[in-house]
C-alpha cells in the first residue's frame, strides 16, 4: 500500500531519519523526520498556476508544536492549539529565511510548507528538525528549489564546539546558535552568545556548517529515491531592451534621485521618475506596464550597487565603514522606571524599562511545561515611523522577531534574579525607520535599562552591516539605510559589549556568502559597535545605583525551610495578614527565600520586621515590644515576636501586688517585656516588672527571691479579699481548685511550666 522510502545518517551521537510516501501523499512533498525521539513531519505544497496580476513570491511557511507531542493538555480555557505562540512564530521565520532566496526570481506560484512537531523527547529541540524536514519536503516536491539546506544548533563550552545540544546545555554554555546553509555556503544565522570573539563566533558558524553538509547528503540521498519530476517553468527573460529603453528615460533621473541624502526628497525624485516610466507606458496593456514598473526598480538596484562597487559611494554620501551621526538621552521620560530616546540618522526608537515583582512574569505554556520568564523586550513598529499609511494593531511575525532578537542581545548581560529579583520589560517604540531599527532597539534598549538602576555588566550595543557582492567583487557596508538593505544581498546584525559578541544575525538573498565575506563583516562591525558604545557613554556611562522614585522596591530575606510554614500559616492565614497589614507584597519560594516589594520603604520595613519576629527564636533575657492579645485571670498574654506569644503572669505585671490583670493592661496594649524563661515545649514566660515602660530599658530586680518571700496566705486574703492561711497538703484538685476564674478557684494558681523550683 505504501511506497515508503527512508534514509537515516548518525549525526551528533543520535540517528536522523527522513521518510517519505506513507504520510500525507496527496502534498507535493511530504517528509517525516526523526530525530532522537523527537518526530517532525513537513508537508510541501504549490499552486499549479500563478494568481492574476501576481508580482511576489508568496511563499508561507507554518511551524506548529501539537501539546500531545509531549504528553500534555494545553493550559488555559481552550484545550486545543490556537494561534502562533512566540516560539512558532520564530520558528516559522527559521525556516522561511533560509529557504526563500532559494527560489528562481520570477517564480510567483504560491507554496505552503507546513511542519507540526509530532513527538518531542524532551530533549532533542524540534526547530532543527523541522528545519531539515521542510528543507527535505521542498527537494522531493518537484517545485523549483534550488538546495538543499542543512542546519544545525551549535553550542560553545570549555572552549569546544557542541552539535544539537539542548537547550538546558546551551544555558550552561556561552552560545545558542542556529545556522541554515547550502553545500556551497551559509544562508542564516541566529544566535545568543555570553560575548563571544568575533574568532569564536565565526569558527561557530563554519562548525554548524560542515555538520551541515551531512545532513544535505541525506536529504540527496532520499531525493535521488523519491523526488517528483521537476516542473517545467518557462522563465526566460526577454525584457533587456525594455530595460535599456527606461534607461534611457530615467536613467539620469534615478542616478541623481540617490544622490540625494534626505530620505523624503530622495523618495520623493524616485517617485517622480517611476511616475514617468508609467506615463510613457500609459497605452500598452497591463501586464507590460506592470514588467516596465518592475524593471525599473531592477535599474535603480543597478544604479546603487555600481555606484558603491565601483565609486564606493553609498547613498547618502557616507563611506562604507562610517555609521551615521548618533544621539542619545537617557531618562527622557519623567513617569518611567527607565526611558532612553536613541536617534541614528533616520531611524529613532523610544525604550522604556519597567521593573514589576516576581507575580509580573510571564508565564509560557510550552512543549516542556509551564515556565516563566522575568525578561520580556517588545518592540513596536507603526506605520508613521516610515511615513506610511498601514495597519496598527497586533505585532506581526517581522515585530516579534525584530524583539527577539534585540532580547537575544541584551539576556546575556542581564543580573542573576538573586542579585536583581525584578521582572523586567523592555518597551520599544520605533517612531522613525530607515535601517536597522532593531538595533536602535539595543542601544536605546540598553540605556533605558541602566536609566531603570538595571545592573547589567557591560553596556550593549548593536549595528546592521550590508553586502553588495557580484560576481569576485564584494563591498561590506555599516550601518545600512533601508535602500541599501533592500538593495543589497546581506542583511548582518551584530550586537555585542566591549568584551565580545552577545548577538548575531544574518539574512542573505543571494545563495550563500563564504568566510572571508562573513569575517570581513564581524571584524568591521566591531569597529562600527565600538564607536555606537562611545556615542551611548555620553549619555550614560553606567548603570544608576538608584531605582526610580516610582519603581517598586524589592528585598529579599532567607529563612530556614522549616519556617516557611509559621510565615504563611494555615490556609495562607498569617501571610495574608502581613500583606493586609503592612501593605507590602510577600512572595516565598520552597527554598525560604522571600521577596518582600512595595514602592514604600516603611511598608517594607513593616512586613520585613514581622517575618523576623515569626522566624527569629525568642532570647533569654532580651527585651521585646509585644501586644497584649489575650487577657485570663492569671495574666496576659503577650505577642512579641510576630507568631510568638508568651505568659505575663500576673505577678510578673508589677513589684506590687496586682489584683486583676485588667487593672494593669487591655487587649492591644503595647507593652515592653522581657523573656524570664522558655521551657522544653517552647512556652515563654515573661515579665513586664522588670522592664520600663516608657523608655524600653531594664529595671533592677528589687523583688526578693521567691523562696525568701513570705507565703502567700500570711499577706492575707485571696483575690477576692478572703483572709486565712495558704492550703496545704493534697485537697481537691479540680478545675476551680485550679484557678479558673470560678467562685472558690485558687488565686496562686500557676501554669506548671512556669513554676520556680519551688
Known amino acids: 500500500m505504501f511506497d515508503t522510502k527512508t534514509v537515516s ?20 512533498g511530504a517528509v517525516l523526520a526523526t530525530y532522537g525521539e523527537t518526530v517532525v513531519l513537513c508537508a510541501v505544497t504549490a499552486a ?4 492574476e496580476g501576481q508580482d511576489f513570491f508568496p511563499l508561507t511557511v507554518h511551524y506548529q508544536e501539537k501539546f500531545s507531542s509531549a504528553g500534555r493538555i494545553p ?12 516560539k512558532e512564530t520564530l520558528t516559522s521565520r527559521l525556516i522561511d529565511r533560509p529557504v526563500r532566496p532559494l527560489f528562481p526570481e520570477g517564480f510567483y506560484n504560491e507554496i505552503n510548507v507546513i511542519c507540526q512537531v509530532m513527538s518531542y523527547d524532551g530533549e532533542t529541540e524540534a526547530d532543527i528538525v523541522a528545519m531539515i524536514a521542510a528543507s527535505a519536503a521542498l527537494t522531493i516536491s518537484g517545485v523549483p528549489f534550488m538546495g538543499p539546506i542543512g542546519a544545525a544548533r551549535v553550542g560553545f563550552k570549555d572552549g569546544e564546539y557542541q552539535l544539537n545540544p539542548s537547550l538546558e546545555e546551551c544555558k550552561e554554555g556561552r552560545l545558542d546558535l542556529v545556522v541554515a546553509a547550502t553545500q556551497e555556503a551559509v544562508m542564516m544565522v541566529e544566535s545568543e552568545a555570553k560575548e563571544l570573539t568575533e574568532e569564536e563566533m565565526l569558527g561557530a558558524v563554519m562548525f554548524a556548517h560542515e555538520e551541515s553538509k551531512k545532513v544535505i547528503d541525506g536529504i540527496i540521498k532520499l531525493a535521488e529515491q523519491a523526488a517528483k519530476e521537476p516542473w517545467e517553468l518557462d522563465l526566460s527573460d526577454d525584457s533587456s531592451a525594455m530595460k535599456e529603453e527606461i534607461r534611457g528615460i530615467v536613467g539620469d533621473d534615478i542616478a541623481a534621485a540617490y544622490k540625494l541624502t534626505d530620505k523624503s526628497a530622495r523618495s520623493a525624485a524616485l517617485s517622480i521618475a517611476r511616475d514617468k516610466v508609467k506615463e510613457h507606458y500609459a497605452e500598452a496593456e497591463g501586464q ?12 535603480e538596484a543597478e544604479i546603487v550597487r555600481t555606484a558603491i ?20 538621552t537617557a531618562g527622557f521620560l519623567p513617569r518611567t522606571h527607565g526611558s532612553a530616546l536613541f536617534t541614528r540618522g533616520e531611524t529613532q526608537a523610544i525604550c522604556t524599562t519597567t521593573l514589576g515583582t516576581k507575580d509580573a512574569e510571564q ?8 515556565t516563566y520568564s522575568n525578561f520580556m523586550l517588545h518592540y513596536n513598529f507603526p506605520p508613521y515611523s516610515v511615513g506610511e499609511v498601514g495597519r496598527f494593531g497586533a505585532p506581526g511575525r517581522r515585530e516579534i522577531g525584530h524583539g527577539k532578537l534585540a532580547w537575544r542581545a541584551l539576556h546575556p548581560v542581564l543580573p542573576s534574579k538573586e542579585d536583581f529579583p525584578y521582572t523586567i520589560r523592555v518597551l520599544s517604540d520605533i517612531t522613525e525607520s530607515n535601517g536597522s531599527s532593531s538595533m536602535a532597539t539595543v542601544c536605546g534598549g540598553c540605556l533605558s535599562m541602566m536609566d531603570a538602576g538595571v545592573p547589567i555588566e ?5 549595528i546592521a552591516m550590508g553586502l553588495i557582492l557580484e560576481g569576485d567583487e564584494f563591498a561590506v557596508l555599516s550601518d545600512i539605510l533601508g535602500d541599501e538593505d533592500h538593495l543589497g544581498d546581506m542583511d548582518f546584525k551584530v550586537a555585542g559589549t566591549e568584551a565580545g559578541i552577545t548577538s548575531l544575525q544574518m539574512d542573505i538573498k543571494i545563495a550563500g556568502i563564504t568566510k572571508e565575506i562573513m569575517g570581513q563583516a564581524l571584524e568591521q562591525a566591531k569597529e562600527g559597535r565600538a564607536h555606537i558604545l562611545g556615542e551611548m557613554t555620553k549619555a550614560l556611562g553606567s548603570a544608576r545605583t538608584e531605582l526610580s522614585a516610582h519603581a517598586p522596591r524589592i528585598e529579599t530575606i532567607q529563612i530556614d525551610k522549616s519556617k516557611i510554614r509559621d510565615v504563611i500559616g494555615t490556609g495562607g492565614k498569617v501571610i495574608r495578614e502581613i500583606v493586609a497589614e503592612t501593605g507590602a507584597k510577600v512572595d516565598i519560594d520552597d527554598e525560604g527565600v522571600i521577596k518582600i516589594s512595595s514602592s514604600e520603604v516603611a511598608q517594607i520595613e513593616a512586613a520585613k520586621k514581622w517575618i523576623e519576629g515569626i522566624v527569629e527564636e525568642a532570647e533569654v533575657g532580651k527585651i521585646y515590644t509585644g501586644k497584649v492579645v489575650n487577657i485570663v485571670d492569671f495574666g496576659a498574654f503577650v505577642n512579641f515576636m510576630g507568631g510568638k506569644d508568651g505568659l505575663v503572669h500576673v505577678s510578673e505585671m508589677k513589684n506590687e501586688r496586682v489584683e486583676k490583670p485588667t487593672d494593669v493592661v487591655s487587649e492591644g496594649q503595647e507593652v515592653k517585656v522581657k523573656v524570664l524563661e522558655i521551657d522544653n515545649r517552647g512556652k515563654v514566660r515573661l515579665s513586664m516588672r522588670v522592664v520600663d515602660q516608657e523608655t524600653g530599658e531594664e529595671l533592677e530586680d528589687t ?18 479579699g478572703r483572709g486565712g492561711p495558704r492550703r496545704s497538703g493534697g485537697g481537691n484538685r479540680n478545675r476551680d481548685d485550679q484557678g479558673g476564674g470560678k467562685e472558690g478557684g485558687n488565686p496562686d494558681y500557676m501554669p506548671a511550666f512556669l513554676k520556680d523550683d519551688d
Open 458 to 462: 557591560r553596556p550593549v550595543s548593536g
Open 288 to 299: 507590460t506596464v506592470m514588467t516596465a514598473i518592475k524593471l525599473t526598480k531592477k535599474l
Open 309 to 328: 562597487l565601483k565609486e564606493g559611494h553609498r547613498i547618502d554620501g557616507r563611506k562604507l565603514n562610517q555609521v551615521r551621526p548618533i544621539e542619545a
Open 48 to 51: 499549479k498556476s500563478v494568481k
Open 703 to 720: 523583688r526578693p527571691p521567691r523562696e525568701k518571700r513570705e507565703p502567700r496566705g500570711d499577706r492575707g486574703g485571696d483575690r477576692r
Open 9 to 28: 545518517l548518525e549525526w551528533g551521537g543520535k540517528t536522523l531519519t527522513l521518510e517519505t510516501g506513507r504520510i500525507a501523499r496527496q502534498a507535493d
Open 75 to 86: 493550559g488555559g480555557f481552550f484545550k486545543r492549539e490556537r494561534g502562533a505562540t512566540e
Open 363 to 370: 508565564m509560557i505554556d510550552g512543549l516542556d511545561g509551564l
